[in-house]
């Protein structure tokens, strides 16, 4: 056998074994997938359209409870907490509006389920009206109704979801991203219908304490809540007194909510005076990807209109 034969025979087991041993580095860094994509829980609307945008089809939503429940009123059925031995994950809430969600986990079949609390870190707002009377710091749960936290929310669940499913980290992180561009993008069509900022004297009132977060896109205040607790109509003495704080305040718009319709509202809107504006809670009907957009673009256009007219 001649020299260069027998180099280039040295030549190619080299280079053999240098590519066997680059093969696992190579690998190495690669997530291996999950043997079936995840079952994903959510408590509530809001967060079934957030997971929904951020999965894509890499994964399955699955709503904890059916639609047409009120979520404030829910109580856990043996149907629904045995759903949960089916899922992998639970996306909360978190700070007060799914609490029944809590008392479903322990009593699962999987009570150390791993749950990703969407509003973790979320800056949140203080509670307003009766339902922050008592004892402690009370927040208002409704972080959803505000697209910063919303945004922020998508992006704490699609990290935690990477974390479960690194194989979708990446194509988690870039829907989540997507998706924010979307919701800002809302906000910003809505601020740019307004030719200037909302009158400073312009007092707000609400028949739900839920709507802060909203508002506040605007730079509005609530100055009233009308219900004592959500879904509970003022006595009559407690419908006096606020329509008496409503003229006292000179509060000049009601926000209500309109899956709600009640007549004490009309009483309120005839008595007063003040201007009634329907907002959508984002809780009932049919869960979808895109009912958190639809949804958000009617109250960001309600309250534009309220802006607006109140003041011309």
């Keep these: 056998m001649s020299i260069s034969s027998v180099v280039r025979r040295r030549t190619l087991l080299l280079a053999a074994l240098f590519a066997a041993c680059l093969s696992p580095l190579v690998?190495?860094?690669?997530?291996?997938?999950?043997?079936?994509?995840?079952?994903?829980?959510?408590?509530?609307?809001?967060?079934?359209?957030?997971?929904?945008?951020?999965?894509?089809?890499?994964?399955?939503?699955?709503?904890?409870?059916?639609?047409?429940?009120?979520?404030?009123?829910?109580?856990?059925?043996?149907?629904?907490?045995?759903?949960?031995?089916?899922?992998?994950?639970?996306?909360?809430?978190?700070?007060?509006?799914?609490?029944?969600?809590?008392?479903?986990?322990?009593?699962?079949?999987?009570?150390?389920i791993p749950v990703i609390e969407a509003n973790r870190n979320v800056?949140?707002?203080?509670?307003?009206?009766?339902a922050a009377r008592g004892a402690g710091k009370v927040v208002n749960p409704h972080t959803f109704l505000s697209i910063s936290a919303s945004i922020a929310q998508v992006n704490n669940i699609a990290r935690e979801l990477g974390k479960l499913d690194p194989a979708n980290a990446k194509t988690y992180t870039a829907n989540a991203r997507a998706y924010g561009k979307r919701l800002r993008q809302m906000r910003a069509d809505a601020l740019a219908k307004l030719t200037q900022a909302?009158?400073?004297?312009?007092?707000?009132?609400?028949?739900?304490?839920?709507?802060?977060?909203?508002?506040?896109?605007?730079?509005?205040?609530?100055t009233a809540v009308v219900e004592p607790a959500h879904g509970i109509e003022p006595s009559p003495s407690q419908l006096k007194k606020t329509i008496d704080q409503l003229r006292e305040l000179d509060v000049k718009v009601i926000f209500s909510e309109m899956d709600f319709p009640s007549t004490y509202v009309e009483t309120i809107q005839r008595e007063s005076g003040v201007k009634l504006y329907p907002l959508s809670h984002i809780s009932y009907g049919d869960y979808s990807a895109d009912k958190y957009e639809k949804e958000m673009t009617g109250n960001l256009n309600t309250v534009v209109r309220a802006i607006q007219e109140a003041g011309a």
């Design 27 to 112: 690998h190495a860094d690669t997530p291996t997938p999950l043997a079936k994509p995840l079952r994903i829980g959510i408590t509530l609307h809001p967060y079934y359209s957030y997971v929904a945008n951020i999965v894509g089809d890499k994964a399955e939503v699955v709503p904890l409870i059916p639609a047409g429940f009120n979520p404030h009123a829910y109580e856990p059925r043996a149907e629904d907490i045995k759903r949960i031995g089916t899922l992998d994950v639970i996306v909360l809430n978190g700070v007060g509006h799914d609490d029944f969600a809590d008392r479903m986990i322990e009593a699962s079949e999987k009570p150390d």
């Design 123 to 130: 800056p949140l707002l203080a509670a307003t009206g009766n």
């Design 198 to 222: 909302p009158n400073a004297d312009l007092r707000v009132a609400t028949v739900h304490a839920a709507y802060d977060y909203l508002l506040r896109e605007f730079g509005l205040e609530v």
